[in-house]
């Protein structure tokens, strides 16, 4: 009986846990890591040579929508290619449990449009077979997966499972109603729910992720009071932590209530986002100044940062991320064919007109003026290609809008229009990742399928940030693994230790890029993405065995279902089995 059933030889080892690098040997047995140092008897063990490539612990990302894509890919690319190998799901405060029968088809129309997922898609790969949040949880642990997987408890479905849509929209909720969704997140917890999470964004300029119909989503609406008591079902409990998506238009009064929110709860809460803004560093600096100070007072108030270029590719035939502008918002809801009616409506021209002129500038984007015109449809419209919009306009004798509203339309929304990154200052960048309480991350895998993927932060913090000396590998190692993992509370995963699970990335440093952006049509409904690769990832090991070798699957499937739950006043993470 051989010792180890996979011996990793000679390779250049970071622990996860900051520790400086050193050259050596790991034994793999039933899935655990059970010795580190120098292997000699590797007898009837599989050996990988690992001489001069990095191993790690598999990168840890808390920020991803897979809900829906996990019914159909097992391995929740793009993620998987980039050495992911456990997620959270459930982000934002919206998923799919609970949710009563009647109410599924709402239920993906909402995330068609606040997360962009495609509706032929999800009625095509999913199979409803739960309504409850320990049904979900069940119905996950029996799909093959080929990546680990923890769900937050989405609070959006459960206001709306107890309280109905429009009357979590439209008013608070009884005492009764808030007793009875306080009941079922505890049971959502005691099932192994590993926190709760929650949008709650203006009613204005930062409310970029809306409802299908282009209101609020409930979550939005939630008042300061309820959001307490669910952190109260928390403090009870003594584990799980908060995915809290915060802004709106009051500044200060989002950090007060965010600070009183982790007061209440006790319990670690992730803040999103982060994000450099080139042309107003202010708005980082002031949330990393605060991020300190609340971790000074002892509250664990972590910030994950946004350390992927913003760059974007776009058609107007599905965009939804200008919803923040209410101009843009108008013209974005409803089919294409609707859409190509407002772009066309003076009325609506004349709005975007005057959303232009003044400065407005979509978050996720910029000034209008500066986006590009990456591809068009007609060979006519081939002279227009790389050029911004400012630009087109002058280039038709037009106002910018009319003459991209036109090009568009006349292209039946097909125009590909590429968003300009201006969040990656490389001074800037580099006072983001200095602060000691940045998780990089905000994937958003699974979501805006069509526009962004940013599943590939890892291997951009690796071969761009680290290459340039903004932050060491045994820095972005620890950001990557060990530091989400103990925000999640996990006890086990995120660094190389004796009797932890073999989550094991093993990578060429050298040779670790991303590839170009590409359209692949793999998604069920006949829909497609957009995506991006690498190239340099060698071995991907989850619970000991090899899901990806040079880039190229493998077929297993050794990922777990991740429940939260409690051992001896420890919060631990339960490998289901």
């Given at each position: ?9 000679n390779?250049?080892i970071?622990d ?13 047995k039933n899935?655990?890591?059970a010795?580190i ?13 690992a ?5 790690a ?6 920020h ?27 982000n ?10 009647a ?11 606040v997360?962009a ?5 999800m009625?095509?790969?999913?199979q ?5 949040f320990?049904?979900?949880?069940d119905n996950?642990e029996r ?9 937050f ?23 009764a109603?808030l ?7 505890e ?7 590993c ?13 970029v ?7 609020p ?6 008042s ?6 669910f ?12 995915q809290l ?5 009051d ?11 982790a ?10 986002a982060v ?20 971790q ?10 946004i350390?992927?270029?913003n ?5 107007f035939?599905?965009?939804n991320?200008f919803?923040?502008d209410?101009?843009?918002?108008e ?9 190509a ?35 068009t449809?007609?060979?006519?419209n ?6 911004t ?7 038709r004798?037009k106002?910018?809008?009319?003459a991209?509203m036109q ?9 590909v ?46 071969s761009?940030?680290?290459r ?5 590998y ?5 950001r ?9 509370g996990?006890i086990d995963r ?15 440093k050298?040779?670790?890029s991303?590839?170009?952006s ?13 995506v991006e690769?690498a ?17 190229v ?8 279902l991740?429940?939260?739950g ?12």
């Amino acid at each position: 009986m051989p010792r180890f059933d996979t011996v990793i030889k000679n390779g250049t080892i970071f622990d996860g846990a900051r520790a400086p690098r050193f050259t050596g040997d790991i034994g793999i047995k039933n899935g655990l890591i059970a010795e580190i140092g120098q292997i000699k008897d590797t007898a009837g063990a599989r050996v990988i040579d690992a001489k001069g490539l990095h191993v790690a612990p598999g990168f840890v990302d808390l920020h991803t929508h897979y809900d829906a894509q996990l019914l159909w890919d097992p391995y929740l690319t793009n993620s998987s290619w980039h050495g992911v190998t456990s997620v959270a799901i459930g982000n934002c405060g919206f998923g799919f449990a609970p949710v009563k029968p009647a109410e599924r088809e709402r239920a993906m129309l909402t995330m068609e449009r606040v997360e962009a997922i495609p509706m032929a898609t999800m009625k095509a790969g999913m199979q409803w077979n739960w309504e409850t949040f320990p049904e979900w949880l069940d119905n996950l642990e029996r799909k093959p997966k080929g990546i680990n997987v923890l769900s937050f408890v989405p609070i959006g479905p459960l206001m709306v499972y107890v309280m109905g849509l429009e009357e979590s929209k439209r008013r608070e909720p009884t005492k009764a109603e808030l007793a009875e969704m306080c009941r079922l997140l505890e049971l959502s917890l005691e099932a192994g729910g590993c926190g709760w999470s929650a949008q709650r964004l203006g009613d204005g300029f930062t409310s970029v992720q809306r409802d299908y119909d282009g209101t609020p989503m409930t979550t939005d609406l939630m008042s300061d009071e309820t959001t307490f008591a669910f952190a109260e079902v928390l403090r009870r409990r003594g584990e799980g932590f908060i995915q809290l998506t915060q802004a709106k238009a009051d500044f200060k009064a989002d950090l007060a209530f965010t600070e009183k929110l982790a007061e209440v709860a006790q319990r670690p809460i992730l803040f999103n986002a982060v994000v450099v803004n080139n042309r107003h560093p202010h708005q980082h600096r002031r949330l990393l100044d605060w991020g300190k100070r609340m971790q000074e007072k002892g509250l664990q108030i972590w910030l994950q940062g946004i350390t992927t270029a913003n760059d974007m590719r776009f058609t107007f035939e599905d965009f939804n991320l200008f919803d923040g502008d209410p101009a843009w918002l108008e013209v974005t809801l409803g089919t294409v064919e609707e859409r190509a009616v407002k772009m066309r409506n003076p009325a609506y021209i004349a709005a975007l007109r005057e959303s232009y002129d003044h400065g407005s500038a979509p978050l996720v984007s910029g000034p209008i003026a500066g986006l590009v015109i990456e591809r068009t449809v007609k060979p006519e419209n081939k002279k227009y290609e790389g050029v911004t919009v400012a630009d087109l306009g002058t280039m038709r004798g037009k106002h910018p809008i009319d003459a991209l509203m036109q090009l568009v339309t006349d292209e039946n929304l097909a125009t590909v229009i590429f968003i300009p990154q201006f969040n990656k200052d490389p001074d800037y960048m580099k006072e983001l990742l200095d602060s000691p309480y940045i998780i990089p991350g905000v994937s958003d895998g699974g979501a805006h399928t069509k526009f962004l993927s940013y599943g590939r932060y890892p291997t951009e913090l690796l071969s761009d940030e680290v290459r340039k000396g903004r932050i060491s590998y045994e820095e972005a190692h620890y950001r990557l693994a060990a530091m989400p993992a103990r925000c999640a509370g996990f006890i086990d995963r995120g660094t190389l230790a004796i009797g932890a699970p073999a989550d094991i990335v093993i990578y060429d440093k050298d040779r670790l890029s991303l590839t170009p952006s590409e359209v692949i049509r793999d998604l069920p409904g006949n829909e497609w993405r957009r995506v991006e690769k690498a190239v340099g990832y060698r071995h991907i090991l989850i619970n000991g065995v090899e899901t990806f070798t040079d880039g190229v699957c493998t077929g297993a499937v050794p990922g777990k279902l991740l429940r939260h739950g409690l051992t001896e006043g420890r919060s631990r993470l339960i490998a289901a089995q």
